[in-house]
Every structure is written in structure tokens, then in C-alpha cells.
């Protein structure tokens, strides 16, 4: 199973990030760390790229993974005052009232900025796995109902990934900056669903998810203290959706 989806996740890396030099966005999670592992494997010329407020948890716990990764990593500090002038202006570009929408796309700004101050034109992201490997909650909450239930969210969740990522490309071309997600290409997609569901969480009470994720993480050594971590999202493990509250 796991020779399978490794293949399956190195063959959608191949047909979707063609430049060999990349950033990609790292978080320490076992998302982001897998992602960084494989397209190291592959011979890509990784650049971690972390963002978040001074003292975030993703900036202490990127540090934490890559002293076992040992890969270049620079991170970008969000500068405090700036913050509201540069969501604001975010949120009328994107056009949504959607909080989610909003703090990704303020995320990947940082991101894109980071990257393009060092001459990074490309950056990977790991989007698609907490869709398609059940890592919300949500997928806890509708365990109990049946496979139907879970694949019916997880369409949901697919299709609201693949047009915010849209939002996220808009924001990030004002850097020059092309956020790619391989892990949302549709023949990756159409794999992944034929993993069965058990393979991806267990049950509502199921806290860790994405099983078949994190088992895959161990076998290509990745550090251990990322694939046994709980999800921590990037709004809030960057403290962007903190501040972003504040500001309302």
C-alpha cells in the first residue's frame, strides 16, 4: 500500500512542479515535512519557507523538524503593523467574506513575499492530504454516518481546496510567485480515493488521522516528532487567525 502511494504521490510531483529549484511551505507537520522529504528524494533543490508571527507555534516547530531535515529554511516574521493594512487589502482582492479563504490567502502572501525575496519563483504546498486522508475534525463528526457521509465531505472539501488555492494564486502573483499543489492534481485525486477509508481515520473518536499519511511519514524517516503531532492548522499555528480576529 505504501510503495503505492508514495509512487503515486512522487508521479503527481513529476507532472506538476517542472522548475527543480522550489520553495515549498513548511509548517514542521507531518504535511509539509512528507511533501519536503520526497521532493528532496527526488533531487529538487528544497528551500523550507516558514511564516508566522514572532514566537508562532509553526516558527518554534519548523526550527524543531528541520534540525533533523537539515534543509536551507528561512523564515519570515509577520510584521504586526503592517498586518491590518495588508489583510485588508487582501480581503478586497479576493472579493469573500470567507474567514478561511481570508487567512490562507493572507498566509500565502508571507509566503510569496519570503519567496520571492530570495529569487523563488515556484512553491510547493502540501494541500489535498487533510482533504483526501480525513485530517479535519469534520470527518470525525461523520464517521459514524458511513462511507457515504465521508465521501460526500470530502468532495465538498476537494472542491472548496481547488477554488481557494485559485485565490491563493491570485495573491501570490503579485510576487511573481506560483504556489503549485500536486496532492490537488485530479489523477492524484482519483488514487487517493480508492484508499479505503479505514486506512484514514478509524472512528469519531480518532484525534490523529490520516493513518496511511503518517505510516508512509515513518517509513521514509521523517522526523518522528512531525508525524506524531496532532493537525494544527496554518491559520492558527501561524497565529494569523488570532490576529486577524482582532482586526475585525
Not at 509548517?27 to 522529504?37: E, F, P, Q, R
Not at 528524494?41 to 519557507?49: A, G, K, N, R
Not at 470530502?154 to 502573483?173: F, G, P, R, T
Request: with cysteine.
Amino acid at each position: 500500500m505504501n510503495n503505492e502511494l508514495l509512487k503515486n504521490i512522487q508521479d503527481a510531483i513529476k507532472k506538476t512542479v517542472p522548475k527543480k529549484r522550489i520553495g515549498i511551505a513548511f509548517s514542521g507537520g507531518v504535511d509539509s515535512t512528507l511533501i519536503s522529504k520526497i521532493l528532496s528524494d527526488l533531487d529538487y533543490d528544497v528551500t523550507l519557507l516558514t511564516i508566522g508571527f514572532s514566537g508562532s507555534h509553526d516558527i518554534l516547530f519548523a526550527k524543531e523538524v528541520n534540525e533533523q531535515l537539515e534543509f536551507p529554511h528561512h523564515i519570515l516574521e509577520i510584521d504586526a503593523d503592517s498586518f491590518e493594512k495588508i489583510s485588508s487589502e487582501i480581503k478586497k482582492t479576493i472579493k469573500t467574506d470567507d474567514l478561511s479563504w481570508n487567512e490562507n490567502c493572507i498566509a500565502f502572501y508571507y509566503v510569496s513575499k519570503l519567496a520571492q525575496s530570495l529569487n523563488i519563483d515556484a512553491v510547493v504546498t502540501a494541500n489535498g492530504i487533510d482533504e483526501l486522508f480525513c485530517g479535519y475534525n469534520a470527518y470525525r463528526e461523520v464517521i459514524s454516518q458511513g462511507e457515504s457521509a465521508v465521501n460526500k465531505l470530502m468532495d465538498a472539501k476537494l472542491d472548496n481546496e481547488i477554488k481557494m488555492m485559485k485565490a491563493v494564486n491570485l495573491i501570490s502573483s503579485e510576487f511573481g510567485v506560483e504556489i503549485l499543489q500536486p496532492l490537488l492534481a485530479q489523477e492524484f485525486i482519483k488514487y487517493a480515493k480508492t484508499i479505503p477509508i479505514s486506512d484514514k481515520i478509524h472512528d469519531s473518536e480518532d484525534l490523529m488521522r490520516k493513518h496511511v499519511i503518517r505510516k508512509l511519514a515513518c517509513e521514509i524517516r521523517i522526523p518522528e516528532i512531525s508525524y506524531t503531532k496532532r493537525k494544527k492548522a496554518l491559520q492558527y499555528g501561524t497565529q494569523i487567525h488570532k490576529k486577524l480576529l482582532k482586526t475585525r
